[in-house]
Nanobody, 127 residues
Framework: QVQPVESGGGLVQAGGSLTLSCTTSGRTYSSYALGWFRQAPGKEREFVSA????????VYADSVKGRFTIYRDDGDNTVYLVMNSLKPADTAVYYC????????????????????WGQGTQVTVSS
């Protein structure tokens, strides 16, 4: 089982940048899908971005398209979410989630696809 662990959250002013990391512990498979989701206080969890492992396909929510970039580093089994031009509306707990995918081509925005979730990292954007 691959257990994702998030890091990199913090406090930043509007217009600033942060980079979140999702590393995986435990037995590591070469093909699994990974998604970033977020949940703001009083709101439902929402999709942010996802990446497939083998094909490198990416998906973004409309709200972050053009501002966030997801990419993976094969060397250390880490997926990064680079967040630029941050807005107060981006304030949330950000979660990383994984799903074993033998095809290596899955990049899904559906939270029900993912079966292993991290503990989350807080991102706060001040105005």
């Amino acid at each position: 089982q691959v257990q994702p662990v998030e890091s990199g959250g913090g406090l930043v002013q509007a217009g600033g940048s942060l980079t979140l990391s999702c590393t995986t512990s435990g037995r590591t498979y070469s093909s699994y899908a990974l998604g970033w989701f977020r949940q703001a206080p009083g709101k439902e969890r929402e999709f942010v971005s996802a990446i497939s492992w083998s094909s490198g396909d990416t998906v973004y929510a409309d709200s972050v398209k053009g501002r966030f970039t997801i990419y993976r580093d094969d060397g250390d089994n880490t997926v990064y979410l680079v967040m630029n031009s941050l807005k107060p509306a981006d304030t949330a707990v950000y979660y990383c989630a994984t799903h074993l995918d033998p095809s290596g081509r899955l990049a899904s925005s559906e939270s029900s696809v993912y079966d292993t979730w991290g503990q989350g990292t807080q991102v706060t954007v001040s105005s």
